[in-house]
């Protein structure tokens, strides 16, 4: 049976059970730039000791565009699109001097370089990257998501309040694991998978997470970047996975997520949970991480 949300809880009852999370989200989520034209592009590294390079690209034209991303030999390939705001793309390959260059399509499948800027970065905390707002895990404060992941959390400790004394309910709060748990059960009891989804999508498809909480569905890719915003926005550094796994015999997106009280990151797959429990099967929180083979990880 699934359990009951409160979805319309009252601004002012939620400011008074709002709690401090493992850490502060305004001291986490780095800040974008404001773009200063219509028209150009830009590649900006000021927030890049929070793990994030912000990119500006809005043109006239429809070329297919593409941000490199390169540490030494590793590499990162993403789509590029036009955009009146600045978009923040994810440094997680370490420390090191960062190459990011803009691409534009010419024929077929050539590409031409059209912007290149490079940066030593050293990140203040290795885990600061995976708190970000970024292309593939979007999220904002003011989001339903968001504000939904707020309104679970403030009606857990609620509930966790209850029978102690009102004198002693100021102390109460929840732990990182109950914070976890509660976001992850929402996913998995409400987020059905789309099945036919997955035909009428194109290569510059990326999750929108209201758009997921709204439809109450979505495909491996929604389910990830649904369950790392929401676990962000509460200062849980979560990683969005791609891949391989027993779980799936096509390409593949789950999530990790950093337990800091044991100081180890875990594999969390929310797509196969959401199919076991809403058919009436055992699962468990914690994957075997030996059957899932991650390519990439944002």
């Known amino acids: 049976m699934k359990r009951v949300v409160h979805l319309f809880v009252s601004l002012a009852i939620i400011a008074g059970l709002m709690v401090p999370t493992a850490g502060a989200v305004t001291d986490n989520l780095a800040s974008k730039p404001v773009a200063k034209t219509l028209y150009g592009n830009d590649i900006n590294f000021d927030a890049a000791s929070d793990g994030v390079v912000s990119i500006f690209y809005n043109s006239a034209q429809e070329n297919k565009m593409k941000l490199v991303v390169e540490l030494g030999k590793e590499k990162y390939i993403y789509n590029l699109f036009n955009n009146e705001e600045y978009v923040n793309y994810p440094l997680q390959l370490g420390d090191g001097t960062y190459k990011v260059s803009i691409y534009q399509n010419t024929t077929g499948t050539k590409y031409k370089k059209v912007s290149s800027k490079s940066q030593y970065v050293v990140a203040e905390d290795e885990n600061d990257v995976y708190l970000q707002s970024v292309l593939e895990i979007n999220w904002e404060l003011e989001d339903d998501s968001i504000q939904l992941a707020d309104e679970l959390i403030a009606s857990a400790l609620e509930v966790k309040k209850e029978g102690i004394a009102i004198e002693d309910q100021q102390t109460v709060a929840l732990s990182e694991e109950e914070i976890i748990n509660e976001l992850y059960l929402y996913v998995i009891e409400n987020i059905s998978y789309d099945y036919d989804k997955i035909n009428g999508l194109d290569y510059s498809y990326v999750p929108k997470n209201d758009n997921t909480l709204e439809d109450q569905a979505g495909i491996c890719y929604d389910y990830s970047s649904l369950l790392a915003s929401m676990l962000r926005s509460q200062g849980i550094p979560a990683k ?26 875990v594999v969390v797959d929310t797509t196969y949970d959401a199919y076991m429990v809403q058919n009436g099967y055992a699962y468990t929180f914690e994957k075997v991480s030996a059957n899932y083979n991650k390519v990439k990880e944002f």
Not at 244 to 255: D, E, I, L, P
């Open 240 to 265: 969005m996975a791609k891949g391989y796994a027993n779980t799936s015999s096509v390409y593949h997106a789950w999530n990790e997520v950093y337990l800091s009280d044991e100081d180890r990151w």
